[in-house]
């Protein structure tokens, strides 16, 4: 008995539910009735409402988490980790509160020195982990590669003012790169990506090499 | 008249004949009856090595569907339920072998509940419910400048040996990818999104190409639905395909074939 309601709450119910607002959300689209259109409105609106549910829920699961993930760790930077998230949360909305709003010197100030400077910093680091790829993609293991990799060198010398004021000619070697090999390079690379979209599409289609379903 | 739009009833048809499909092979998955055979996808298999290797290192599983990767609505939403799929069976593969799993969840809210209960059900399903661990769900808000930074911390602090990133992701998953490879990891990832596969063939080692992802998904679920819904979707693409040839070949001939799928 008990199987067979928990069953119902959790796949029946919604099924149902599924079906009831798919049905006139899908009949919207080709009938042109104002019942329809009444009962797809409200749907929207319903859809809106859980959806910033969802984001409380969040909200919650953020703090539930982190103090999970303290309790498990038992260990100082986690600990930290979540002061920092409890003192940061309850500056917010004690300011939002006792200022009564965001747009205030102490509230600004926070997102100034705090909020964007970590952001700025892990953008940084982001950087880094993409220079690290390019790094390993671009390696010159060919004499094709080693060419790729020096334009891309002396176009970012020309981008760069520091290079641009010890080595002036890289600014006219750069533009040179942009406005002749490059777009060359661009247009033979769109015109190759055209053959072999083409190409890959054929072979998908015929099941010579992605499709997914072999019939049996 | 006046109650259809006049110019919806191609598209009517199509939905329509789209519903025949999907329900012709409901209804074969139902009566048991043979589906389409989907073949081992490469990808897969290397998931379960890598769970094996993290095993070796004594180090954790990752899994992520991206920042802002667990959409229900819209086309993304068949990527989300696959990757769902994924987790659930990585998380039974790493529960039997005794190998800690952290997941990085997406930033919408609503789909929280989804993610921990195809975790629950993983570790549930190896018979290891005990194993399941509230602190080894991450999340880390709206903001991909928090996600980021916070998937490099774990990866740098706890060890990674398999990194799994599957799913409708958008952005950012290249710096990810390769953190996870700086610090030592397989990775194995895939979208069906065409535009975002570029990066994962640049920065995985293994690859789900575009429908592979939900393929594998239907595939290691052995979930019969699934597969019934891949066999009409692959209908779907023949008619689309043999749509456009017939178009082509019309409009060509200078029958104004656009007007009339218009209708």
Same mark, same amino acid.
């Given at each position: 008995?008990?199987?067979?309601?928990?069953?119902?709450?959790?796949?029946?119910?919604?099924?149902?539910?599924?079906?009831?607002?798919?049905?006139?959300?899908?009949?919207?689209?080709?009938?042109?009735?104002?019942?329809?259109?009444?009962?797809?409105?409200?749907?929207?609106?319903?859809?809106?409402?859980?959806?910033?549910?969802?984001?409380?829920?969040?909200?919650?699961?953020?703090?539930?988490?982190?103090?999970?993930?303290?309790?498990?760790?038992?260990?100082?930077?986690?600990?930290?980790?979540?002061?920092?998230?409890?003192?940061?949360?309850?500056?917010?909305?004690?300011?939002?509160?006792?200022?009564?709003?965001?747009?205030?010197?102490?509230?600004?100030?926070?997102?100034?020195?705090?909020?964007?400077?970590?952001?700025?910093?892990?953008?940084?680091?982001?950087?880094?982990?993409?220079?690290?790829?390019?790094?390993?993609?671009?390696?010159?293991?060919?004499?094709?590669?080693?060419?790729?990799?020096?334009?891309?060198?002396?176009?970012?010398?020309?981008?760069?003012?520091?290079?641009?004021?010890?080595?002036?000619?890289?600014?006219?070697?750069?533009?040179?790169?942009?406005?002749?090999?490059?777009?060359?390079?661009?247009?033979?690379?769109?015109?190759?990506?055209?053959?072999?979209?083409?190409?890959?599409?054929?072979?998908?289609?015929?099941?010579?090499?992605?499709?997914?379903?072999?019939?049996? | 008249?006046?109650?259809?739009?006049?110019?919806?009833?191609?598209?009517?048809?199509?939905?329509?004949?789209?519903?025949?499909?999907?329900?012709?092979?409901?209804?074969?998955?139902?009566?048991?009856?043979?589906?389409?055979?989907?073949?081992?996808?490469?990808?897969? #298999?290397?998931?379960?090595?890598?769970?094996?290797?993290? *095993? $070796?290192? =004594? !180090? %954790?599983?990752? /899994?992520?569907? &991206?920042?802002?990767?667990?959409?229900?609505?819209?086309?993304?939403?068949?990527?989300?339920?696959?990757?769902?799929?994924?987790?659930?069976?990585?998380?039974?593969?790493?529960?039997?072998?005794?190998?800690?799993?952290?997941?990085?969840?997406?930033?919408?809210?609503?789909?929280?509940? #989804?993610?921990?209960?195809?975790?629950?059900?993983?570790? *549930? $399903?190896? =018979? !290891? %419910?005990?194993? /399941?661990?509230? &602190?080894?769900?991450?999340?880390?808000?709206?903001?991909?400048?928090?996600?980021?930074?916070?998937?490099?911390?774990?990866?740098?602090?706890?060890?990674?040996?398999?990194?799994?990133?599957?799913?409708?992701?958008?952005?950012?998953?290249?710096?990810?990818?390769?953190?996870?490879?700086?610090?030592?990891?397989?990775?194995?990832?895939?979208?069906?999104?065409?535009?975002?596969?570029?990066?994962?063939?640049?920065?995985?080692?293994?690859?789900?190409?575009?429908?592979?992802?939900?393929?594998?998904?239907?595939?290691?679920?052995?979930?019969?639905?699934?597969?019934?819904?891949?066999?009409?979707?692959?209908?779907?693409?023949?008619?689309?395909?043999?749509?456009?040839?017939?178009?082509?070949?019309?409009?060509?001939?200078?029958?104004?074939?656009?007007?009339?799928?218009?209708?």
């Amino acid at each position: 008995m008990k199987m067979a309601s928990s069953t119902f709450w959790k796949r029946d119910l919604p099924l149902l539910l599924i079906i009831i607002c798919a049905i006139p959300m899908l009949l919207w689209r080709y009938i042109d009735h104002p019942v329809i259109k009444a009962i797809y409105e409200e749907v929207g609106t319903w859809s809106s409402i859980i959806s910033m549910l969802g984001w409380g829920l969040a909200v919650i699961y953020l703090f539930q988490g982190e103090y999970a993930n303290m309790r498990q760790k038992d260990d100082m930077t986690t600990k930290i980790s979540f002061v920092v998230l409890c003192a940061f949360s309850f500056l917010l909305v004690a300011n939002y509160f006792i200022t009564g709003g965001l747009y205030n010197d102490a509230y600004q100030w926070w997102y100034t020195a705090f909020y964007k400077s970590q952001s700025q910093a892990f953008y940084g680091l982001m950087f880094l982990y993409l220079c690290s790829a390019s790094y390993r993609m671009l390696r010159a293991r060919s004499l094709e590669s080693f060419v790729l990799m020096a334009a891309g060198l002396l176009y970012l010398m020309r981008s760069s003012s520091m290079f641009v004021l010890w080595f002036p000619w890289s600014r006219g070697v750069g533009e040179w790169i942009m406005d002749y090999p490059n777009k060359a390079a661009t247009t033979a690379a769109v015109i190759s990506m055209a053959f072999g979209s083409v190409l890959i599409a054929v072979r998908q289609m015929i099941g010579r090499e992605r499709t997914a379903i072999e019939v049996a | 008249m006046g109650l259809f739009y006049t110019n919806r009833i191609v598209e009517f048809i199509w939905l329509v004949i789209m519903f025949v499909s999907v329900w012709y092979y409901i209804r074969k998955a139902m009566n048991d009856e043979p589906l389409p055979k989907i073949r081992t996808i490469p990808a897969t #298999l290397a998931i379960e090595e890598g769970i094996g290797r993290s *095993l $070796e290192m =004594g !180090k %954790p599983v990752h /899994f992520s569907m &991206g920042s802002d990767g667990a959409s229900l609505t819209g086309s993304g939403m068949s990527t989300t339920i696959a990757s769902l799929g994924m987790l659930r069976f990585m998380t039974k593969n790493c529960a039997m072998m005794g190998v800690r799993e952290i997941v990085h969840l997406p930033s919408q809210g609503y789909a929280i509940p #989804l993610v921990e209960g195809a975790v629950r059900e993983g570790y *549930l $399903e190896a =018979g !290891k %419910p005990e194993m /399941f661990r509230r &602190g080894d769900m991450h999340y880390y808000g709206n903001l991909t400048a928090a996600f980021t930074p916070g998937v490099y911390e774990s990866f740098a602090r706890e060890g990674v040996g398999l990194f799994v990133h599957a799913g409708s992701i958008i952005t950012y998953s290249f710096p990810v990818l390769e953190a996870a490879k700086i610090h030592g990891a397989i990775s194995v990832g895939g979208t069906p999104r065409w535009t975002a596969t570029y990066i994962f063939a640049i920065a995985c080692d293994h690859l789900f190409i575009g429908e592979e992802l939900l393929a594998a998904s239907a595939q290691i679920s052995g979930n019969k639905m699934l597969t019934s819904g891949l066999a009409s979707e692959e209908l779907w693409k023949y008619m689309a395909v043999g749509l456009f040839i017939i178009g082509f070949l019309l409009q060509a001939a200078g029958i104004d074939f656009a007007s009339l799928i218009k209708m």
